[in-house]
Every structure is written in structure tokens, then in C-alpha cells.
């Protein structure tokens, strides 16, 4: 027996004695993620693959999984087999498959079983930028997963790639969406899902609900251990007050994922009225629908630099900026003027200048009005805890000690 897993019975105990399990204050199922840049200037426009994604999840049908970029993103150590080899995933709410070996060779140990499976599991736009991301077919396998320190989930799903893929920073992907994303990525039987990671957990009696919860923190440098995960529950120590829940929006496509309904106000005008989009921790930026992103630009007064494709302003213009909000459920989520700019000690990493001012809101490409109109990627994430709850069908959000930090 691990210690993970008595320690975690011992609490479940304890919360069945005080007969609540609504919220589990100290998971013990919580795992370090690392955040990482590593856009080789030149080759990777950053803001060219995240719009990429947008596209992808924008066009979602069933079986067609978003495209990630692989160089910035939250990592997360995830073992596999037993010995567990360790592999690198990109930490991703907008799909829910998880697969390996893509820089890393997948090791078969005595609980690799080969399901005979072909799974596809990453459907992209075709090929920008000298990437491509389509007909990236893997082999099903089950195995044991090792998340964190010795917390085993048995015969887990995931997907082995076999040969070429884009990737060259991490080894694939840990996938924390919701299961019916996994529909269609069965070649040989589209109409079944497979369990995810946090299906397993709960299936397999080692968590108590289906949750997970995101912690991540603005980041100054190229790789940095400062996010958590927790499966089953929150962690209080990561932020602050309570935490409100809004439920998943019944617009479409936004409700295939963590799909919520927003408003957004820049100061106190209106960009944005109440319409549906996403939460998703596999993009960095923040997208808009263009109606709402002509009003910013014009607000804010920036203009489009043309090297990274971001909004740039001066400092005039910074200093002059107001505070951007988004309106969730009852609650206004403020992004301060700090939290709309690209951390300025990380510009000369996505090819920008070490002096400008970059804006991380950005055009997703179509007017409101197309049940996708904005994504609020890690850039919004690392300002708010966040709860991805899947019994429940509802999005948390908590502030935290970085909701108002002046990092960038
Ligand atoms: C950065 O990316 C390049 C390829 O794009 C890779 O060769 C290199 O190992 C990466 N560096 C880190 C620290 O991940
Ligand atoms: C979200 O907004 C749509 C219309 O924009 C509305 O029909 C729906 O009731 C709202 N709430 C949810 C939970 O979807």
C-alpha cells in the first residue's frame, strides 16, 4: 500500500465521519507542473501556433482533437509502467486523451498491453509554419500511470506514438477534458470514449469526485516549477477566498469542452456581451471575438506589431490602461492593466523587443455570435485558481496571491 493511498483513505474517513465530501481541503493527489517557453525564434511564432489551436478547437467535431503547441505550456511528470519511466505531458484541458512517447521512446515494461487499438488523437489544420500536425496515428495501449509521488491508477488508456510527430519538447500530452472529447479517436470503434486519467482515478476509488483543480502563477522566467495539479478535489493553500462556480455553457461547440458563458468590460464599456467560449490551460493567449477586439485596440490604443502579431503599446499607453473584466456567473474576474501585458522579461523569447509593451488579448479570428467567442488561455489562468468539475458540469474560479502581482 502507498502511503498517498492510506493517507488519502484515512482523510476520506475523516470526511465521511463530518459527512461531507463536498471539498477536499488537502488532496493528496496534487502534482507539480512546470511552465515552459521555448519558442525557437525564427522556426515558431507563438502567437501563429496558439492561433492554430484556437482554430482547431473552433471547428471542434467529434474525434478531432486541437492541435498544441508543444514549446510554451504547463508540463507535468507523469510515470508509466511499472518501473515507472517518466515522461514530460503538456498539461491539457482541451482534449482528454493522453498519449507518450513522442520524444521520449514509450518503454513496454510487465503491465504494457498492447490493446491492438490504433487511436488517433491529434487532428490539426494541416501544416503553418513547417509543422505539421495532421495524421498522427498511435497505438492504444494500457498501462499503469504514476502521478505524483506513488499514486497509481491501473490500466490506463494511452495512446503510444509510434512514428514521426511534431513534437520536440515534451513527450505528449496529459489530457484533463472532458471523457466525450475522446469519442472518435478510436479508429476501430469511434463511438466508444475511453476513461480518462481523472475517470480512472474516481472509477478506481482513488479519488472522491471527478474534479481537478489548476494552480498556475505569472512566470517570468523560461522554466519554471510553479503550477499544481490536484486531482479530487482543491488545494486551499493555492488561493484565496472561496471559490465561485458557473456551469458548463449549452452553447455549442464551447460546451464539447470546459466551455463557460462570459461578458467582458474594458474599464467600464462593454467589448464583449455575455456569449459562450472557453477555459483552456493548452493556450497562452487570450482570445476575443474580433467585434469585441477592435473595441480593445481602440480603447486601449494599441497598435499590431508586426514581428510577434501581438498588440503593442507605449508606456503612455500602458500607464493609461484600465482594468479588463470578466463577468462570470455573479463574479467579476479583473485582469489588471500588469495582467494584460506579455511579461516583458520574456519578450525577447517570443521575438519581440526587450523594451515594448506586447498585450496578451488577441482577435480569434471571427465576429461574436459563433458559440466560440473567446478562450481564456493560461495568461487568464495564472491570475485565477481554477476547478474543472466534471460530476458537477461546472468551472471555478478563485483569485489567488498572484491575481493582482505586478510580475509582468
Ligand atoms: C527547446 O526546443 C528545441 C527544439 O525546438 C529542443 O531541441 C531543446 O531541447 C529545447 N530545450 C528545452 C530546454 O526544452
Ligand atoms: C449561456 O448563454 C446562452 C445564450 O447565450 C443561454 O442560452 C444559456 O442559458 C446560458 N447559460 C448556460 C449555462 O448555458
Known amino acids: 500500500m502507498f502511503p498517498a493511498v492510506s493517507l488519502l483513505t484515512t482523510l476520506l474517513l475523516a470526511l465521511s465521519i463530518a459527512g461531507s465530501l463536498v471539498e477536499v481541503d488537502t488532496s493528496p493527489i496534487t502534482l507539480p507542473i512546470a511552465r515552459r517557453l521555448n519558442v525557437s525564434k525564427g522556426t515558431t511564432n507563438l502567437l501563429q501556433s496558439d492561433k492554430a489551436r484556437v482554430a482547431a478547437l473552433k471547428g471542434s467535431q467529434t474525434g478531432s482533437i486541437p492541435v498544441i503547441n508543444d514549446a510554451a505550456g504547463y508540463i507535468a511528470a507523469v510515470g508509466v509502467g511499472s518501473p515507472a519511466k517518466t515522461y514530460n505531458l503538456i498539461v491539457d484541458t482541451g482534449s482528454s486523451n493522453t498519449w507518450v512517447g513522442a520524444t521520449t521512446p514509450y518503454v513496454k515494461t510487465s503491465t504494457s498491453v498492447n490493446t491492438g487499438q490504433p487511436v488517433s488523437v491529434i487532428y490539426g489544420s494541416g501544416s503553418f509554419s513547417g509543422m505539421a500536425y495532421n495524421d498522427i496515428i498511435r497505438t492504444e495501449y494500457t498501462d499503469t500511470v504514476t502521478l505524483g509521488k506513488g499514486l497509481i491508477i491501473t490500466k490506463q488508456s494511452i495512446g503510444v506514438a509510434s512514428s514521426s510527430t511534431s513534437f520536440t519538447n515534451v513527450d505528449g500530452i496529459l489530457g484533463i477534458g472532458p471523457e466525450d472529447l475522446t469519442l472518435g479517436s478510436l479508429i476501430k470503434s469511434p463511438a466508444k470514449t475511453i476513461p480518462t486519467i ?5 472509477s478506481q476509488g482513488t479519488i472522491s469526485q471527478k474534479v481537478v483543480s489548476v494552480s498556475f502563477r505569472p512566470t517570468t522566467s523560461q522554466e519554471t516549477t510553479n503550477g499544481e495539479l490536484t486531482f479530487g478535489g482543491t488545494d486551499a493553500t493555492k488561493y484565496i477566498g472561496s471559490i465561485a462556480y458557473t456551469p458548463i455553457t449549452t452553447t455549442k461547440p464551447a460546451s464539447t469542452y470546459w466551455g463557460i458563458n462570459e461578458s467582458i468590460t474594458y474599464g467600464s464599456t462593454t467589448i464583449l456581451s455575455s456569449t459562450a467560449g472557453i477555459v483552456d490551460t493548452g493556450t497562452t493567449f487570450l482570445y476575443i471575438a474580433t467585434d469585441a477586439y477592435t473595441k480593445y485596440q481602440s480603447a486601449t490604443g494599441a497598435t499590431v506589431d508586426s514581428t510577434t502579431g501581438l498588440l503593442v503599446v507605449s508606456s503612455a499607453k500602458y500607464n493609461a490602461l484600465k482594468n479588463l473584466n470578466f463577468n462570470i456567473g455573479s463574479e467579476t474576474y479583473v485582469l489588471t492593466p500588469n495582467a494584460q501585458i506579455w511579461p516583458r522579461s520574456l519578450n525577447t523569447h517570443i521575438g519581440g523587443s526587450s523594451t515594448a509593451i506586447y498585450l496578451i488579448v488577441n482577435d480569434i479570428g471571427t465576429p461574436s455570435g459563433q458559440g466560440m467567442d473567446f478562450v481564456n ?32
Open 377 to 408: 488561455g493560461y495568461t487568464f489562468l495564472e491570475r485565477f485558481y481554477s476547478v474543472f468539475d466534471t460530476a458537477n458540469s461546472r468551472v471555478g474560479f478563485a483569485k489567488t496571491s498572484y491575481t493582482d502581482a505586478t510580475t509582468n
Open 198 to 202: 481523472t475517470e480512472n482515478l474516481f
